[in-house]
């Protein structure tokens, strides 16, 4: 049974800094990437990083390019998400999410999600 557990979530100010983490159990997928999403009140939720283990290649949505960054603990089974210069916008609930197969482009290659962290960010 797969399971994702998300940490580090909690309340900052702006300007501060998080670093989540996301535990991964019981994955035999041969997918090499992984990636972290989120969700804020009465939006839909949006990807906002991935990273490919094979070649360490990452992605970013633009609202986060520059202040956050994904990184991997292949031997820990762990993910990361380093989240610097928060913003109030970056308020949501973020969550770690793994794929079936090899690719990582779109919310719907991840069947495999955390419960989620929330995050907030206060002005």
């Known amino acids: 049974q797969v399971q994702l557990v998300e940490s580090g979530g909690g309340s900052v100010q702006a300007g501060g800094s998080l670093r989540l983490s996301c535990e991964a159990s019981?994955?035999?997928?041969?997918?090499?990437?992984m990636g972290w999403f989120r969700q804020a009140p009465g939006k839909e939720r949006e990807m906002v990083a991935t990273i490919y283990t094979g070649g360490g290649s990452t992605y970013y949505a633009d609202p986060v390019k520059g202040r956050f960054t994904i990184s991997q603990d292949t031997a820990k089974n762990t993910l990361y998400l380093q989240m610097n210069s928060l913003k109030p916008e970056d308020t949501a609930t973020y969550y770690c999410a793994a794929p079936f197969g090899g690719s990582c482009l779109s919310e719907v290659d991840f069947p495999y999600w955390g419960q989620g962290t929330r995050v907030t960010v206060s002005s």
């Open positions: 019981g994955y035999r997928s041969r997918s090499y990437c």
